[in-house]
């Protein structure tokens, strides 16, 4: 099993910074993808960046040049630092990790910026 813990969300005036923090436990394998996702009300989950074990990354194109997903291999830990951030990045956070099949979720954290 792989548990996962979100810290880091709060609130923060526009144009602030926020620096998010995911650790993994558990049954990590080496070769594993870890990314977050956010969810404001009513709206679908979303993908916000995406980092593999190798440090390949991808984001999505609403925060290119504002984020960057980074990760530490031996923590087993994802990080997300958010720039410039705008109100409509407000939302729950959640990390994730991929691993063969497996898919797994931590809980969450909320992050809401002010106008």
């Known amino acids: 099993q792989v548990q996962l813990v979100e810290s880091g969300g709060g609130l923060v005036q526009a144009g602030g910074s926020l620096r998010l923090s995911c650790a993994a436990s558990?049954?990590?394998?080496?070769?594993?993808?870890m990314s977050w996702y956010r969810q404001a009300p009513g709206n679908k989950r979303e993908l916000v960046a995406l980092?593999?074990?190798?440090?390949?990354?991808t984001y999505a194109d609403s925060v290119k040049g504002r984020f960057t997903i980074s990760r530490d291999n031996a923590a087993n830990t994802v990080f997300l630092q958010m720039n410039s951030l705008k109100p409509e990045d407000s939302g729950v956070y959640y990390c994730?990790?991929?691993?063969?099949?497996?898919?797994?979720w931590g809980q969450g954290t909320q992050v809401t910026v002010s106008s």
């Open positions: 994730n990790l991929v691993q063969w099949v497996q898919s797994y």
């Open positions: 558990g049954s990590i394998f080496s070769f594993n993808s």
């Open positions: 980092i593999t074990s190798s440090g390949g990354t």
